[in-house]
């Protein structure tokens, strides 16, 4: 890319010598000169990210006119400053942003050509290569210069470090017996990893712009829940396609995009949310799941009088307000759901119905949500990213028990059944570098964590036995910080660089209660 763009050709000199209002007509011919061969000249990406409008709603106009600019630091994304005008970096980035006409399309046949056999999985061990406890290992995702690093969770250090695709989000999930990780990335990629041979096996594009992936119970089966296009993709194990479901109503005059959709062990299914209309999927992956037909509820692929096998067909429930964030009761029957208006609901998934209102203020991030037992009742607490507080809410009537005021709107809570502690930071305001702890008994705030003033700390991971807490500095030249989850101490720092979430493999794939799934 640098080749291609450095040298200034004399085509350069007088792309940057053009006058402003030419440079709109040809965005798409600077585009292709000094873009395409990293971005994709379809603009879905390649080495470098999608540059379409859903694949940039994160970024600020500005940051992107800086960025083409100045660059990125520790990524391949040159400075185009002395080669480009302004006007030209202007057009450059109104371009990116806008839409492409008609919508950029991956079919089944993208998918299966974008797939990438690393490694042949018969040449590796079956054995862990390593000393470290494989049940206690943690999987942390640095989004400052997209790697991903691997700590043994006992000795607190790092054991191994890799590039990661561009913009991993969302936890990563892992299979059953915590060998593997799966990965998404915002653009669409999933990536399968083999913790015990620290390789990455396969990777797969599921989407242009995909919200989250899920990992069935079973081990078999990778879901991939997207924006663009608005479907949900199917794989086996190996990220071999299955198939593709369209985000579609039953009568097919709806579509959406996926909210997400997350594993439901105990259910043997995958459970999807939509975003654009009030719709909840179950997609079963039990080979004895019944055929779908109940004359009430319309299924994918429903024809009249003809019912479907249940296995790996959704089963929709209709509701009056979609869900955008929600969260799972322990045993999964039920969901807690918020709308992008906030508002809350509980949907019972085998009655396939709303069984109660949730009344809740501001924006809850119900995604964030833990539970513990309180006074011998469960209890789920979840943070709120309008308004500084924790909302403790009973999970027999649905009720609040409790607003925990913190400093500020914050983004996520932490804990773990052997600490009395959960953690929760206030990333959203202006005391974006504090962490609260709460003690779970007292529903109160019992200490305030800053070690760096004015640098965000968030994001907590404890290990296998609940004895340390992780927390991110979430910088560029950030850190986790290691805290001793009884004391509240800090015991180490290790560098990272921008760790936005960690991921500790038992924690995870004993679905704990203090722990996202
Ligand atoms: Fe996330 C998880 C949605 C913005 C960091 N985020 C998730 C999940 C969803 C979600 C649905 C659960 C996926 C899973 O684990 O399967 N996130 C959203 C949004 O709707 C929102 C607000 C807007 C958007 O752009 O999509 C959003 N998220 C962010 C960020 O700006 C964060 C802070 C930085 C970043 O890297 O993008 C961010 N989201 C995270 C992290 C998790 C996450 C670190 C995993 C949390 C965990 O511990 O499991």
Redesign the pocket.
């Known amino acids: 890319f640098w080749l291609l763009s450095v040298p200034l050709g004399l085509g350069a000199l007088w792309l940057a010598s053009r006058p402003a209002h030419a440079a709109d007509a040809n965005a798409p011919a600077l585009f292709q000169q000094h873009c395409a061969a990293c971005h994709g000249a379809d603009r879905l990406g390649g080495m470098g990210p999608a540059l379409l409008p859903e694949n940039l709603?994160?970024l600020r106009k500005a940051e992107a006119l800086k960025t083409i600019r100045e660059g990125r630091a520790a990524t391949q994304m040159p400075a185009f400053k002395d080669q480009l005008s302004e006007a030209d970096i202007a057009a450059l980035a109104d371009y990116a942003y806008a839409p492409v006409n008609p919508k950029p399309t991956w079919t089944e046949k993208d998918i299966r050509a974008s797939r990438i056999q690393h490694v042949d999985e018969k040449t590796l061990s079956p054995k862990p290569v390593f000393k470290a406890d494989p049940m206690n290992l943690f999987v942390v995702?640095e989004?400052g210069d997209h790697h991903v690093s691997i700590l043994d969770g006992d000795k607190l250090e790092p054991i191994h470090r890799f590039q990661s695709r561009y913009?991993?989000?969302?936890?990563p999930?892992f299979s059953p017996d915590g060998r593997f990780v799966y990965f998404?990335s915002?653009d669409g990629w999933l990536t399968k990893f083999d913790l015990w041979n620290l390789k990455v096996v396969a990777e797969v594009r599921a989407g242009i712009n995909t919200?989250?992936?899920?990992v069935s119970g079973d081990g078999k089966y990778v879901m991939a829940a997207n924006y663009l296009p608005q479907d949900l993709v199917l794989f086996d194990a190996d990220l071999n396609l299955i198939k593709v479901m369209e985000a579609k109503s039953a009568d097919g005059k709806e579509s959406s995009r996926v909210?997400?959709v997350?594993d439901a062990a105990p259910r043997k299914s995958f459970v999807a949310a939509m975003k654009d209309m009030p719709e909840v999927w179950e997609i079963s992956y039990d080979p004895e799941a019944h055929p779908i037909y109940d004359g009430l509820v319309h299924d994918y692929q429903y024809k009249e009088g003809v019912s479907v096998p249940g296995f790996l067909n959704p089963r929709r429930t209709r509701l009056t307000d979609p869900l955008?964030?929600f969260f799972f009761d322990q045993s999964y029957s039920e969901v807690m759901g918020t709308s992008r208006e906030g508002k809350g609901q509980v949907v019972n998934l085998d009655a396939r119905r709303k069984v109660s209102e949730l009344q809740l203020s501001g924006m809850p991030h119900l995604?964030?949500g833990i539970t513990w037992n309180w006074q011998g009742r469960t209890v789920m607490a979840s943070t709120n990213?309008k308004e500084g507080k924790v909302t403790v809410i009973d999970m027999k009537d649905w009720k609040p028990v409790k607003d925990i005021v913190t400093r500020g709107a914050g983004?996520?809570l932490?804990s773990h059944e052997n600490s009395r502690y959960a953690f929760v930071d206030s990333?959203m305001s202006p005391a974006k570098d504090t962490l609260q702890v709460i003690d779970k008994d007292k529903l109160e705030i019992v200490k305030e964590l800053k070690p760096v003033p004015g640098k965000t700390l968030a994001?907590i991971?404890f290990t296998k036995d609940g004895r340390y807490a992780l927390a991110s500095l979430w910088e560029m030249d950030g850190a986790l910080i290691i805290y001793d989850a009884r004391t509240l101490e800090e015991v180490k720092r290790l560098p990272m660089k921008k760790p936005?979430?960690k991921?500790n493999v038992w924690n995870k794939i004993t679905r704990s209660e203090g722990?996202?799934h």
């Open positions: 709603e994160r995702v989004g913009a991993l989000h969302g936890g999930k998404a915002r919200r989250n992936a899920a909210s997400a997350y955008d964030d995604g964030s990213l983004f996520f932490r990333m994001h991971e936005v979430g991921y722990t996202s």
